[in-house]
């Protein structure tokens, strides 16, 4: 059975995927999930090999993977895999989330977010317990709200730190791909960030909650995320000045960037909002693999920090440069320049 038959991105409302189709997506979000279970159980008994598979290859990818296809990540996601099991196996209450409640849920996504990833140079990056600590949390959390709400609405569409990302990153996706987990909607978040097209995270101001969760994801993380690759790991925290310090350079760029995306945004109605809105995201995803990728391969600012491979002696810093310009050009191309294709990231 070829992939376009596996995979169709092409469905009348209504229809569902065959079971053959199913069966095939079945598999493949089992293979993810067992090798988040690798991985877990490496950053436990394994701390290197865990911290390199988890920190430096996985998380790595995802950034571009929510630029271009994040419907694929919202069907294979292991911790959604396991969010959503009660669901598969008709344990959930199935409750409806209501709309305030979703709302202030992802209001502390956001704050989740810019809470926990500088921590990752105070203890995670270098910690692998501790890593397999947080994502077991994550799951723990995930997994008992899938026994209360209907389907995403109580982790993936709501708590998961990641979703607001998904929202900012994920507004000109390549495709819709098919649910491959939603048997039919239950209209359990409103808008469903699956089924809306081109999706962005102001794109609801159905509350407060929902108009400072979108303000903090666009505005603040690209300045979050130029900030936090100007702080260095920290193997050992012996006072409470040294760990507020993994929080200075995060925090003040995040301010920055939220105080210029005010200021433009009270000039900018309309489509040019939305275009605003574009190059923000852009920006955000070219700042991380501005750094990310010279770490990688040992051109980091920082020595070994988030070293995958030391290539420094085999590449020149010239085409690392290179290769940093093309990514920020293809970003910026992929999220603003593109035409809006008006597709979803799931049908």
């Known amino acids: 059975m070829s992939i376009a038959a596996a995979f169709p991105v092409k469905q009348k409302s209504g229809d569902q995927l065959s079971p053959r189709s199913i069966k095939i997506w079945r598999l493949v979000q089992t293979a993810v999930w067992l090798v988040g279970v690798v991985i877990f159980a490496a950053l436990l008994f394994y701390p290197s090999l865990g911290i390199l598979l988890f920190w430096n290859i996985l998380i790595p990818i995802a950034p571009a993977l929510l630029v271009i296809s994040v ?117 359990c978040s409103v808008p469903c960030p699956d089924s809306t097209p081109n999706l962005h995270p102001d794109i609801s101001q159905k509350t407060i909650y929902h108009k400072i969760s979108g303000f903090l994801t666009i505005g603040g993380l690209p300045g979050f995320i130029w900030g936090w690759f100007h702080v260095p790991d920290e193997t050992r925290i012996t006072n409470l000045s040294s760990f507020i310090e993994v929080y200075t350079f995060p925090i003040a760029g995040l301010l920055v960037s939220l105080f210029i995306y005010w200021v433009l945004k009270l000039f900018l109605k309309g489509n040019n909002e939305r275009i605003l809105i574009s190059i923000f995201a852009a920006s955000a995803v070219s700042f991380y693999y501005w750094f990310r990728i010279p770490a990688l391969l040992g051109f980091g600012k920082f020595s070994n920090d988030g070293l995958l491979i030391n290539l420094s002696n085999v590449l020149s810093e010239t085409l690392i440069t290179t290769i940093c310009i093309a990514t920020t050009v293809f970003f910026f191309w992929w999220l603003v320049g593109r035409k809006p294709n008006q597709a979803s990231w799931i049908i």
């Open 71 to 187: 419907g694929l990540w919202r069907n294979v996601c292991p911790l959604a895999t396991t969010n959503l099991l009660p669901r598969h196996f008709n344990l959930s209450k199935r409750k409806i989330m209501p709309v305030t409640l979703q709302a202030k849920l992802s209001l502390i996504a956001v704050i989740a977010l810019y809470l926990i990833v500088p921590l990752r140079h105070a203890l995670f990056n270098t910690n692998g317990p501790a890593t397999a600590l947080l994502l077991f949390s994550c799951v723990s959390v995930g997994f008992t709200m899938g026994f209360i709400y209907d389907w995403k609405s109580g982790w993936c569409s709501s708590l998961c730190p990641i979703h607001p990302v998904e929202k900012l990153y994920g507004g000109n996706t390549i495709a819709s791909l098919p649910n491959a987990h939603c048997g039919q909607c239950a209209r």
